[in-house]
């Protein structure tokens, strides 16, 4: 496996998280938690437009996101009803960063993009911190 091919699997990953935090901003479902969904959205989306550029750049076709319905179904998304779920869900979906960066960070041969992997990871349990404390206030 190739660094492109791992900088596909995350950008997979940011591109779900994403587009489920843009469905979470627009859901009506948050009171609290709205201003940190928001904010959470805005670093995944420029995540996504550095993996992309990078992945073009080192030659490789950056993976084209799933349908909206993809992401919804895959991640079970309607099923979260309160703005507690909306929450939960995020921070599944943080907790699931923290792992695949964790996971393939080491295996990059580019150390300068094995860093950008731990920043990410990095960024996503900061993530999850600030969903923790989003609706305790």
Same mark, same amino acid.
């Given at each position: 496996?190739?660094?492109?091919?791992?900088?596909?699997? /995350?950008?997979?990953? %940011? #591109?779900?998280?994403?587009?489920?935090?843009? =469905?979470?901003?627009?859901?009506? *479902? !948050?009171?609290?938690?709205?201003?940190?969904? /928001?904010?959470?959205? %805005? #670093?995944?989306?420029?995540?996504?437009?550095? =993996?992309?550029?990078?992945?073009? *750049? !080192?030659?490789?076709?950056?993976?084209?996101?799933?349908?909206?319905?993809?992401?919804?179904?895959?991640?079970?998304?309607?099923?979260?009803?309160?703005?507690?779920?909306?929450?939960?869900?995020?921070?599944?979906?943080?907790?699931?960063?923290?792992?695949?960066?964790?996971?393939?960070?080491?295996?990059?041969?580019?150390?300068?993009?094995?860093?950008?992997?731990?920043?990410?990871?990095?960024?996503?349990?900061?993530?999850?911190?600030?969903?923790?404390?989003?609706?305790?206030?």
């Amino acid at each position: 496996m190739t660094d492109v091919d791992r900088l596909q699997f /995350v950008l997979a990953q %940011e #591109q779900k998280t994403e587009f489920l935090f843009l =469905l979470f901003a627009g859901s009506g *479902r !948050l009171r609290s938690s709205y201003p940190a969904i /928001v904010a959470i959205h %805005e #670093q995944h989306l420029q995540a996504v437009t550095a =993996l992309t550029e990078t992945i073009a *750049r !080192l030659g490789g076709d950056p993976v084209h996101p799933k349908s909206f319905n993809d992401y919804v179904v895959e991640a079970h998304a309607m099923s979260a009803t309160s703005e507690a779920d909306v929450v939960d869900l995020a921070r599944s979906l943080e907790h699931d960063g923290v792992d695949l960066y964790g996971r393939l960070g080491p295996q990059m041969s580019d150390s300068a993009l094995a860093q950008r992997l731990v920043q990410l990871g990095a960024d996503d349990d900061a993530h999850g911190q600030t969903l923790a404390h989003a609706i305790s206030g």
